[in-house]
């Protein structure tokens, strides 16, 4: 159990922080979001608007009070990912910029099954 809780605590604020950094990125509009969001056709406002999301987001999963905050917090996070490697696949994108967020999105699901796991083991107890 204790093998468990600390990976779950370092893939998890490894995940938090890698969305802090990249909501920031988002909130500072970087040149490259904007480059990207521009060959993806959507609008640069877009990257403030994913990078708000992203800070609670990454606040909501590092806390354990508020479960079905923290389920959506993923559920975001999952979208978020998913959209980008559909924008990547309409946009012709080849198979180099389509892998990224899958890494990102089974990056994400790696804390959330840990977490899962973790909450089964405590009733189980």
Known sequence: MK???TWYWIT???????????GVGGITQQEA????????????????IAGMAKLPGAAFILQNKFETIKE???AGFAINFIGAFASR???GD?????I????ALVMMFIPYILWKKLKSNVKNS
């Open 3 to 5: 093998k468990l809780k």
């Open 12 to 22: 998890t604020i490894i995940f938090a922080l890698m969305m802090i950094m990249d």
């Open 33 to 48: 979001g904007q480059e990207v969001l521009k060959h993806l056709g959507y609008p640069i406002y877009l990257l403030i």
């Open 72 to 74: 959506w917090a993923y």
């Open 89 to 91: 696949l309409f946009a």
């Open 94 to 98: 080849g198979v180099s910029l389509l």
């Open 100 to 103: 990224p967020p899958l890494v």
